[in-house]
C-alpha cells in the first residue's frame, strides 16, 4: 500500500467570515481557486478551498468549543505548510498577507534546512502558523548526482 498524498486539511477558525477571504487571497497563487460548501458531521459549513483539476484541498469550519486562539504546543498541527513553485510566489504571498493585517513570523529567506529552502513563515487570524515554501528542484537535484559520484569514488576506492 502506498500513500500519494494528503487529500485535504480541515482547519477550524473562529470565524469563516474573517478566515475564508484570507485563506483564499493567500492561496489563490498556489492554484487553490475552487471554493465548495458542504456540511459537516455536527450540520456545520464547511468550506473547502481546492486546487483546479487535481487533488488536494483546504476546509475550513467556525469553532464550536476550545481555546480562542490556535496552541500549536499543545496536541494537534504545529504548522502548516504549503509547496510554492517559486521563490517570487512565496514572496507574493507574503506580500498578500502583510496586507491582509496578518503577523509574518519569519522570512520571506533562506532557511538551512535543506539547499536553497526559501520561506515565509506567517500566522492567520486565529494564530495558525503557516509556511509557504519553495524547494528549488535542480539544486536537490544537484546534490543528489553528487552525493552519488562521490559513493561512486568510495566504491571504486574500495574495488581497488
Known amino acids: 500500500m502506498t500513500l500519494e498524498a494528503i487529500d485535504h486539511v480541515d482547519l477550524v477558525v473562529s470565524s469563516l467570515e474573517r478566515s475564508l ?5 493567500l ?16 450540520g456545520e459549513r464547511v468550506v473547502y478551498l481546492s486546487r483546479h483539476l487535481t487533488d488536494g484541498s483546504i476546509g ?13 504546543y499543545a496536541i494537534g498541527l504545529h504548522h502548516l505548510a504549503f509547496s510554492a513553485v517559486s521563490r517570487q510566489t512565496v514572496e507574493e504571498i507574503a506580500d498578500r498577507a502583510r496586507d491582509a493585517g496578518a503577523e509574518i513570523e ?7 534546512y535543506t ?3 526559501y520561506a515565509v513563515f506567517i500566522h492567520d487570524p486565529d494564530g495558525i502558523k503557516l509556511e509557504f515554501v519553495h524547494r528549488p528542484e535542480e539544486r536537490d537535484l544537484a546534490l543528489r548526482v553528487s552525493a552519488l559520484e562521490a559513493r561512486i569514488a568510495e566504491l571504486e576506492d574500495e574495488a581497488s
Not at 29 to 42: A, K, M, R
Not at 60 to 72: E, F, I, N, P
Open 106 to 112: 519569519s522570512g520571506p529567506r533562506e532557511y538551512d
Open 21 to 25: 477571504p484570507f485563506y483564499e487571497g
Open 60 to 72: 475550513l469550519r467556525q469553532r464550536h468549543s476550545g481555546l480562542d486562539t490556535a496552541d500549536r
Open 27 to 42: 492561496l489563490r497563487p498556489l492554484g487553490y481557486v475552487d471554493v465548495g460548501d458542504i456540511v459537516g458531521e455536527e
Open 115 to 117: 539547499p536553497g529552502y
